[in-house]
């Protein structure tokens, strides 16, 4: 009998033991059935500087750029922060949660510094700071919610579960997931440093674009790098106006793309706004002049390398000089669309390039800009100016973005349409952009402007377009995540 109970309560001893070490089983948003109701909490000393008080603002374990599980999966950065947070909440309540009854996540953009739910004498700074929602029902029915910064860094504990508070914005919601037939996104790029790289992929970004001169003979290690990383890359190569009207020059730069193509690049924009003549000599400018270029260029990277997608030069979107279209100094770019078509530009491309870079309201919207109806202020409008000409050829954006000065200060006079768009617009539109430009099957590629730049002066506010902000967050990393597949 005593040989009995004492095996009897061995083997209770050993069953508490696999169960206190079996990795914790967590009910997603979306599969709500619980699992089998064995929770144990045993009780955890609180680390070194935390507080007995909560665990807001703590460290998240596992923060920084991709994680994989043992089997070399990557882990959806949903679980990880999911993780970090009943990390947290186990230093909370000073019990360590294995099991939980159910969780949901939701990505959304808050207000500040400390995604709503300071510590007391925290200091907070006001701005947009993406970050997910995560919620935990424990076994004894209780709720808790919990904010983690996108980078995973921060986990904050909030006392109210649901009450939004904090006006945050879910930017989970910004339009069908971008599936349309061979589109891609991307962004063009100042540094292919670690930062850099990591932001394109927790944005689900495909490709970068740099732009090179036709002297620069750095494309093989810089198409190297980015093969490296699982990326494709759109060289923009532009010369300089000087030098178009030269001898021999289209012959010139038509072989060294070739080199570009044989070296590696998944694609090759042939120049630049060349419809002005900050690009193009003026008094001749003439997309005649331009389609010769275009089709020795063509022809040379086909012959190296035909799987590099050739996309024309995309315009500058202007109407600025007059009814016409036509002035020395430069085309408005539905005229000078139209003289490539007439010059039978559509043989030597295989997408049709363009900007859209002056948007101050939605994507979404075809009206309602106040500085009036213009065409190129509106997203369908522009891409529908760029690409009819040219019988069915797909649009590929070369540059698109949405300028704010937020986090910089004023925006130069000639930059001021654009003083009201905030960060968080700017996140919530080139998400919608990528959205719409999947659906509409016109579109093959969208090179949002710019991931990382950093000149921010009196005449040039590249910085106001970059993703990575000056603060370091990214939220439009979030928004575009959340929509491309």
């Known amino acids: 009998m005593k040989l009995t109970k004492f095996l009897i309560a061995a083997s209770l001893f050993c069953l508490a033991l696999v169960f206190f070490m079996t990795p914790a089983v967590n009910v997603g948003a979306q599969d709500a059935t619980a699992t089998p109701a064995i929770v144990i909490l045993t009780a955890t000393p609180n680390t070194p500087g935390s507080t007995a008080g909560g665990a807001a603002g703590t460290p998240a374990a596992g923060a920084g750029g991709p994680v994989t599980d043992a089997s070399g999966k990557e882990i959806p950065r949903e679980i990880r922060a999911l993780r970090a947070a009943r990390t947290t909440l186990s230093k909370k309540l000073l019990q360590r949660i294995d099991y939980v009854k159910a969780w949901t996540w939701e990505l959304l953009l808050f207000k500040d510094s400390a995604l709503g739910c300071p510590t007391e004498g925290q200091t907070v700074i006001p701005g947009d700071a993406a970050g997910y929602l995560i919620t935990i029902t424990t076994f004894d029915g209780k709720q808790y919610e919990l904010h983690v910064t996108y980078e995973l860094d921060k986990v904050y504990y909030c006392n109210t579960v649901g009450g939004n508070a904090t006006g945050a914005n879910p930017i989970t ?165 139209q003289g490539m078509a007439a010059a039978g530009a559509a043989q030597y491309m295989d997408c049709v390039g363009l900007h859209y870079n002056e948007g101050i309201i939605s994507p979404t919207q075809g009206s309602g800009d106040p500085r009036g109806g213009y065409p190129t202020y509106y997203f369908d409008s522009m891409l529908n100016r760029a690409i009819a000409p040219f019988g069915g050829k797909p649009g590929c954006y070369t540059e698109l973005g949405y300028l704010t000065p937020q986090g910089y200060g004023a925006l130069p006079a000639g930059f001021a349409w654009a003083k009201d768009t905030t960060v968080a617009q700017q996140a919530q539109w080139l998400a919608e952009a990528a959205s719409k430009a999947a659906a509409s099957g016109k579109v093959r590629l969208m090179i949002v402007f710019n991931m990382d730049f950093v000149l921010f002066s009196g005449s040039d506010p590249q910085a106001g377009y970059a993703m990575i902000r000056p603060d370091g967050t990214c939220p439009a990393c979030a928004s575009l995540a959340a929509v491309l597949p």
């Open 173 to 337: 919601s910004v339009g069908p997931i971008a599936l349309g037939g061979s589109f891609e996104a991307g962004a063009q790029i100042l540094d292919f440093g670690q930062r850099t790289v990591a932001d394109l992929k927790a944005a689900k970004m495909k490709w970068i674009k740099v732009q090179i001169t036709p002297n620069d003979y750095s494309d093989k290690a810089k198409a190297d790098a980015a093969h490296a990383q699982g990326l494709k890359i759109l060289f923009s190569v532009k010369g300089s106006r000087d030098e178009v009207l030269g001898a021999g020059f289209n012959d010139r730069y038509a072989t060294y793309v070739g080199v570009v193509a044989k070296d590696g690049a998944d694609a090759i924009e042939i120049w630049n706004e060349q419809n002005i003549d900050r690009e193009w000599p003026s008094g001749h400018i003439d997309p005649a002049l331009y389609t010769q270029l275009l089709s020795k260029s063509f022809a040379a990277i086909k012959a190296n390398n035909p799987n590099t997608i050739v996309i024309s030069g995309a315009l500058a979107p202007t109407g600025f000089f007059g009814a016409g279209g036509k002035a020395d100094a430069g085309w408005n770019d539905d005229v000078y669309y």
